[in-house]
T-cell receptor, first 113, second 110 residues
Framework: DGGITQSPKYLFRKEGQNVTLSCEQN?????MYWYRQDPGQGLRLIYY???????QKGDIAEGYSVSREKKESFPLTVTSAQKNPTAFYLC????????????FGPGTRLTVL | KNEVEQSPQNLTAQEGEFITINCSYS?????LHWLQQHPGGGIVSLFM???GKKKHGRLIATINIQEKHSSLHITASHPRDSAVYIC????????????FGAGTRLFVKA
């Protein structure tokens, strides 16, 4: 079955630690995205990648880093520089082109203790 | 300021009722996306439209480009429709950008 997987579903981290969230897709999509969701707010874009080995900052990239070494994978690292990392993180992918519907993964809920 | 406003924020309905969720936006768009987020957090795409109307089962989405407004209707609502419904608009500003509304939380009582 084609789709997007994220792991883990729940993640706990101590302050000062970096943590990496996994996102994998087998839809053969060129574009991948990371969003952050906070209560009462719309999804906000952290980083996106339109092609392998290239990625761009979104609206709230500070304190985060990504890599795109393979088409299928777009891991997100939440660094200790992120001041308020507790949130729900969603990964999405889309086929190329301007009219591209995004498909979302199940999300990872990160809690900083 | 580019914004997407959804109303209502919260909605409680009785099973069988006709439901309308509204989305207004402030810029010219290339497409509008309606999404459904279940309590577990996963998001499912419902519709993507740039004009007119689309229908899938009990769900209907309409968009009025001139008024910058879209509505999502649910006919004969059911408790399994309980979810957060999110409107997202895609627009061009030197490159394509998507802005998401805060969502409408729907609870359908049996």
């Amino acid at each position: 079955d084609g789709g997007i997987t994220q792991s883990p579903k729940y993640l706990f981290r101590k302050e000062g630690q970096n943590v990496t969230l996994s996102c994998e897709q087998n839809l053969n999509h060129d574009a991948m995205y990371w969003y952050r969701q906070d209560p009462g707010q719309g999804l906000r874009l952290i980083y996106y990648s339109q092609i392998v080995n290239d990625f761009q900052k979104g609206d709230i990239a500070e304190g985060y880093s990504v890599s795109r070494e393979k088409k299928e994978s777009f891991p997100l690292t939440v660094t200790s520089a992120q001041k308020n990392p507790t949130a729900f993180y969603l990964c999405a992918s889309a086929a190329g082109g301007s009219y591209n519907e995004q498909f979302f993964g199940p999300g990872t809920r990160l809690t900083v203790l | 300021k580019n914004e997407v406003e959804q109303s209502p924020q919260n909605l409680t309905a009785q099973e069988g009722e006709f439901i309308t969720i509204n989305c207004s936006y402030s810029v010219g768009i290339s497409a509008l996306h309606w999404l459904q987020q279940h309590p577990g957090g996963g998001i499912v795409s419902l519709f993507m439209l740039s004009s007119g109307k689309k229908k899938h089962g009990r769900l209907i989405a309409t968009i009025n480009i001139q008024e910058k407004h879209s509505s999502l209707h649910i006919t004969a609502s059911h408790p399994r429709d309980s979810a957060v419904y999110i409107c997202a608009v895609r627009f061009f500003t030197g490159g394509f950008k998507t802005i998401f509304g805060a969502g409408t939380r729907l609870f359908v009582k049996a």
